[in-house]
């Protein structure tokens, strides 16, 4: 087996590509090591000491190193993490956790934002624009978007894996997720970190 490894936009985070599925559906992200306990994959990565975050998208797990942790140490030990659990098919999450269950992101308790009726169609063209346009893009780059409300013309957003933490993720909300919804959307004035 071989996994493949790709620089994200995030110098503190890289693309790990096993060649198979990591998630069926949905994605997963661990920032913390408690967080980490409901996979036993992202907890032994968490378990090197040297990381931030663990994030699963469906081909593919970012890694995000702890501030000062070079690479050229680190990215041996998660190589080998990942090609142990993937050559021993073992399950990605520990037997009775909700981890298998990727939760959807529009669900209302983790709304930032209580939304109106009204905005019913305004939220669904959002939703349709960043799952079609945004999400593949940002996957590519090693992470997620998650829609977090909407409300009075303002779009929250939270960023995940690899492009949590991104030097550049704030330019990537303002100009061009923002520039995006704006167009299409035209009740968008401005989009927010969530």
């Known amino acids: 087996m071989f996994i493949e490894t790709e620089t994200t936009p995030n110098p503190a985070s890289l693309k790990f590509l096993p060649g198979q599925t990591v998630m069926d559906s ?6 913390s090591p408690e967080a ?3 996979s036993p994959l992202a907890q032994a990565i968490f378990d090197t000491g040297e990381v931030t975050n663990v994030f699963f998208g469906g081909d593919f797990v970012s890694v995000t190193a702890a501030p000062g942790v070079e690479w050229t140490a680190l990215k041996p030990q998660v190589l080998a993490i990942l090609l ?18 990727s939760v959807p992101a529009e669900t209302a308790d983790e709304l930032l934002v209580e939304e109106r009726a009204e905005d019913a169609d305004i939220v669904a063209q959002i939703n349709d ?6 999400r593949p893009a940002v996957a590519g780059d090693g992470g997620d978007i998650r829609y977090r409300g909407y409300r009075d ?13 991104c030097p550049s993720s704030t330019a990537t909300l303002k100009h061009g997720i923002e520039g995006l ?5 035209p009740e968008v004035v401005e989009v927010r970190a969530a």
């Open 84 to 101: 142990d659990h993937f050559v021993s098919e073992a399950p990605l999450f520990a037997p009775g956790t909700a981890g298998g269950i």
């Open 129 to 134: 624009l960043l799952e079609t346009r945004v």
């Open 181 to 185: 919804l704006k167009h299409y959307v």
């Open 36 to 38: 980490a306990e409901a």
């Open 153 to 165: 013309g303002i779009v929250h957003l939270q960023m995940q894996g690899a492009c949590s933490g």
């Open 26 to 31: 949905g994605t997963r992200e661990f920032a």
